[in-house]
């Protein structure tokens, strides 16, 4: 029996991220590095995988990310390691573990990584997607947090983005949050009966979680629900007022800004306390959020460091690219190849792959048209390649110690020039 042949398709959630969708990638790549390093942000790289107690305790237990989300596998050593399901965790492990507390603060960080989560695929939402992350790690002030929000104004500017608005709250310090979560719990438990079971699992042990439940019918008890502010404590409440002004002051640099105070934004990870905010576009048929994050004073502390404060966000470029498209705010493209190698009979082409290599050599980008193919063939292929200029090269040229040199993307006459490396790349790219 013959073997059946197998058809392999990438795993449901993760994407192929093609050619011709690479241009847009590194447009927004490249401007959120410019964007973090306007702001003396460094980048940081930390592993694709780190130990599961790691999310556990930092992430915290009760969140969504650790109870159903998580790539969690033991290696063969019988080590419990995991995925990197999100970037701060990691970002402050490597703060501690590496002394960074003896550098001066705040420390400055920024990556571009990939994530994973086990999540419902959806637009702009996979399995394997990837952030542009910012932690500022040592500075307790409301000065940094609004520079963290403005990083993100920042960079939507440069990516040509409009109408998105930034969703604002405080959820308070930690002790002040077990009162607040209280009120909370004795407010949803009046209405027990009507919450989903999905909600009702999380009223004893996470009610904070309930104000950002996606099921309309907790949605619309959560807008009688107490509010954070309403809980703060002096010194979170002088913080909170104080970023307000902050951002308030804003408006001159960026005068499209605009903030809306939320009082059902908690975000769904337990290391968050006082700020906490997302990026949303303002217009119907837009994603949910393009990106968000907060302060998290706790989490060094948490994960076994001297109390450090800290503040951070992270964007997802999937729909960061998908908003971007909608708007249509940027038009990038490839740049054109210099030059496409045309050659024809066995001495023309070995000549033209020595040629092509002395050209880059000299800077120039050039390209190798199919050997064995006619001269019309191979036209066609460079016309189709995005290119400036064929360099022709046939037992004549060779002859003539010349080759032909035709531009493709402009009208013109074809020149000959010496085949000489220096020369021809001269001609097709000339220096500034």
Known sequence: MADQQQSFRAPRG????LPDDQTLWRAVKSTAILT??????????????????????????????????????????????????????PVCRSYIEHGMHNLPQPVRLYYIAPMFRYDRPQAGRYRQHH?????????????????????????????????????????????????????????????????????????????????DSKE??????????????????????????????????????????????????????????????????????????????????????????????????????ERIILEIQRQESLNVEDPPLNAVMVHVGETATKRASSLAAELRNHGVSVLLAPSGKSMRAQMRYANRANANYAIIL?????EQNAAAIKPLQFDGDQDMVTLDAHKIANHIAPAD
């Not at 993760?14 to 991220?17: K, P, R, S």
């Not at 046939?394 to 060779?398: C, D, K, S």
């Open 394 to 398: 046939g037992n004549r040229e060779i």
């Open 216 to 317: 309309p019918a907790t949605q619309k008890l959560s807008a009688e629900a107490p509010k954070s502010l309403d809980y703060l404590s002096s010194e979170a409440r002088v913080h909170w007022e104080s970023l307000l002004e902050i951002l308030d002051s804003l408006k001159t640099a960026y005068p499209k800004f605009s903030y809306r105070i939320d009082h059902t934004l908690v975000r769904g990870l337990d290391y968050y306390n006082r700020t906490v905010f997302e990026f949303e576009p303002s217009t119907e048929g837009s994603q949910t959020s393009l990106f968000g994050g907060g302060r998290y004073d706790p989490l060094i502390g948490i994960l076994g460091g001297n109390p450090t404060p800290g503040v951070g966000f992270g964007s997802g470029i």
């Open 36 to 89: 973090a390093r306007q702001f003396g942000y460094r980048q940081i790289d930390t592993p694709v995988f780190e130990h599961t107690s790691l999310f556990r305790r930092g992430v915290g237990d009760e969140t969504d990310i650790v109870q159903k989300e998580m790539y969690s596998f033991d290696d063969l050593g019988g080590e419990s390691l995991t995925l990197r399901p999100e970037g701060t965790a």
């Open 14 to 17: 993760v994407a192929d991220i």
């Open 131 to 211: 952030q542009f992350g910012c932690e500022a790690i040592g500075d307790p002030s409301p000065t940094i947090d609004a520079e963290i929000i403005e990083i993100g104004l920042h960079y939507i500017k440069n990516l040509g983005l409009s109408d998105v608005t930034v969703r604002i709250n405080s959820i308070g310090d930690s002790d002040t949050r077990h009162t607040y979560a209280d009120e909370l719990r004795n407010h949803y438990t009046r209405y027990a009966n009507d919450l989903p079971k999905v909600d009702r699992d999380r009223l004893d042990r996470a009610p904070l979680r309930l104000l």
